[in-house]
Nanobody, 121 residues
Framework: QVQLVESGGGLGQTGGSLRLSCAASGSMFSVNDMGWYRQAPGNQRELVATVTRAGTTGYADYVKGRFTISRDNAKNTVYLQMNSLKPEDTAVYYC???????????????WGRGTQVTVSS
């Protein structure tokens, strides 16, 4: 059973910083792309940032220049450094990863349960 467990959410201030972590664990062959999404109340879940196994990153326009995604392949962990926080960054942040369950098998998407980030004005 593969699990993604997020940590590091909480209360931040406008202009401040928070760092999220997400570790993948369980029976798996390897981890493919990893990423972060977020969902604010009343809104659809939206992409925040992605990172490939090789380290290529991508960002949504609304976080570009403020957030940085990174990963540690040895630990199967992805991070999201969030700087210059804005009240509109308030949301539940979800980690996602494509997991290879065996050689020759396509990656399967897994999601964490989410961690709340609240930015006060």
């Amino acid at each position: 059973q593969v699990q993604l467990v997020e940590s590091g959410g909480g209360l931040g201030q406008t202009g401040g910083s928070l760092r999220l972590s997400c570790a993948a664990s369980g029976s798996m062959f390897s981890v493919n792309d990893m990423g972060w999404y977020r969902q604010a109340p009343g809104n659809q879940r939206e992409l925040v940032a992605t990172v490939t196994r090789a380290g290529t990153t991508g960002y949504a326009d609304y976080v570009k220049g403020r957030f940085t995604i990174s990963r540690d392949n040895a630990k199967n962990t992805v991070y999201l450094q969030m700087n210059s926080l804005k009240p509109e960054d308030t949301a539940v942040y979800y980690c996602t990863a494509g997991i290879f369950m065996g050689i020759g098998l396509p990656p399967r998407p897994y999601w964490g349960r989410g961690t709340q980030v609240t930015v006060s004005s």
